[in-house]
């Protein structure tokens, strides 16, 4: 295969495009919308495998829940088909609608909803890919209840597309709730987040923003918990009664906050996700504070009822060395606090220092190897050595 840009419209095409690369050695990158591709991960591939024209409906199951589509199909596409007959697939990962569904399987991305509805890992009933090693894998199934067995769905998830290139994707849809309120409330992380995770039944979405998301999102800078109901009538005004509990003059939400909030880091030059545990999110919410205070413009959130917390950092000028070196010190001295921290996003030159390679476990390099054995797919997404 000639170094450039292959374009894969099904499943068939994506195998012959995987077998030109086994046999001439060429890598490829793994490209849908293209709108996260790496994440600045120094992947090393001299081609490109566009897989974003491999879209459209396969099926469509309104009275199982479940849509089957392929990988290129767009979150705005499915939204539009099960929106007919009143369903949804509650699925908010950070970015656009324009996200494709492979893509965001292959990243395990999520967002806002994760609290209330889980991640793409929950709702992915199967998945057909085509492996670095040229096998077409059915993994999983159509329907909700699943056959046992070793879990290669879950495996993909969140593989970056380092083991197989994703070609369809089964979901599991919900009904479209009766009502769905968006509530804003001034309260600080150590009253939201212990109150919040006391809701019963839990909220579809909760964030908290600091300062400077707050007065990015049109909250006039203080911290705010802006919360997602959603459910029946009678569901979302008990929880909006609790609500009023925990203090703080609510106020409801006319304008699409979320999509303000998920589309808010998009000249971000680093992203770092903080797991912790819920009942600790005030300890680590005050760090995470103090750590973008520092940085100009950045700012964190949170997800109370998880214990995530995410940390932005924008860019600054361009070939800023010195930002760059401050940011490194200061999460390595975080992540030194025995805080799981994920990197999302990183300049280039901070994935060595900072995050260490998903595949120096045996296991893990195994799993590579049998799937991928000529290393043709992302390689260096996971920091393998060069
Ligand atoms: C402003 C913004 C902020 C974001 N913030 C975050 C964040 O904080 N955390 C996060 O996880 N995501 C984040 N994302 C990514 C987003 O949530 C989705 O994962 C992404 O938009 C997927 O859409 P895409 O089609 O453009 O993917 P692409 O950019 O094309 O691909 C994303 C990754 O998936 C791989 N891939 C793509 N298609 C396939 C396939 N069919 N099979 C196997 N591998 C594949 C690619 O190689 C690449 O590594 C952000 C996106 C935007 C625009």
Redesign the pocket.
């Known amino acids: 295969m000639a170094h450039g840009e292959v374009r894969a419209v099904n499943t068939a095409r994506v195998a012959e495009a995987l077998a030109d690369a086994r046999s001439s050695g060429d890598a490829l990158?793994?490209?849908?919308?293209?709108?996260?591709?790496?994440?600045n991960r120094p992947v090393r591939a001299s081609s490109r495998l566009e897989?974003?024209e491999n879209r459209g409906i396969t099926a469509y199951e309104p009275g199982d829940l479940t849509i089957t589509a392929r990988?290129?199909t767009t979150l705005r596409e499915v939204a539009d088909t099960v929106g007919a007959a009143r369903q949804w697939l509650p699925l908010d990962?950070?970015?656009?609608d324009?996200?494709?569904v492979?893509?965001?399987?292959?990243?395990?991305?999520s967002?806002p909803l994760a609290t209330g509805y889980g991640t793409p890992r929950d709702m992915t009933l199967g998945c057909e890919?085509v492996s670095g090693s040229g096998l077409v894998v059915q993994a999983g199934g159509r329907v909700v209840k699943n056959v046992a067995g070793f879990d290669l769905v879950r495996l993909v998830t969140g593989s970056?597309?380092s083991l197989?290139?994703?070609?369809e994707v089964t979901l599991r849809l919900r009904a479209l709730p009766q009502r769905d309120v968006t509530i804003a409330l001034p309260l600080d992380a150590g009253a939201g987040a212990a109150g919040i995770r006391s809701l019963a039944p839990l909220p579809a979405a909760a964030e908290l923003l600091s300062p400077r998301l707050s007065e990015r999102l049109g909250f006039g800078g203080v911290e705010v918990l802006l919360v997602r109901l959603t459910g029946s009538e009678l569901a979302v005004n008990a929880q909006r009664s609790a609500l009023a509990a925990l203090g703080g003059a609510a106020r409801d939400e006319e304008v699409d906050r979320w999509a303000a909030l998920?589309?808010a880091?998009?000249h971000?030059a680093a992203?770092v996700?903080i797991s912790t545990l819920p009942s600790e999110l005030p300890r680590t919410w005050k760090l995470a504070c103090a750590l973008t205070a520092s940085f100009t413009g950045a700012w964190c959130s949170a997800q109370p009822v998880r214990g995530v917390v995410?940390l932005v950092f924008p860019k600054p000028g361009e070939g800023d060395l010195q930002w760059e070196r401050d940011l490194a010190a200061r999460l390595a001295a975080l992540t030194s606090e025995r805080m799981r921290a994920i990197f999302?996003?990183l300049p280039a030159a901070l994935w060595t220092t900072l995050a260490p390679s998903a595949l120096g476990d045996g296991l893990s390099r195994g799993i590579k190897e049998r799937f991928d054995p000529g290393s043709i797919l992302?390689p260096g997404?996971w920091g393998e050595p060069a």
């Open positions: 990158r793994l490209v849908s919308g293209g709108a996260w591709l790496d994440a897989l974003a990988a290129g990962p950070y970015g656009t324009h996200a494709t492979g893509a965001i399987v292959a990243t395990g991305s967002g890919f970056w597309g197989g290139a994703i070609t998920r589309a880091d998009d971000a992203i996700r995410r999302e996003r992302n997404i």
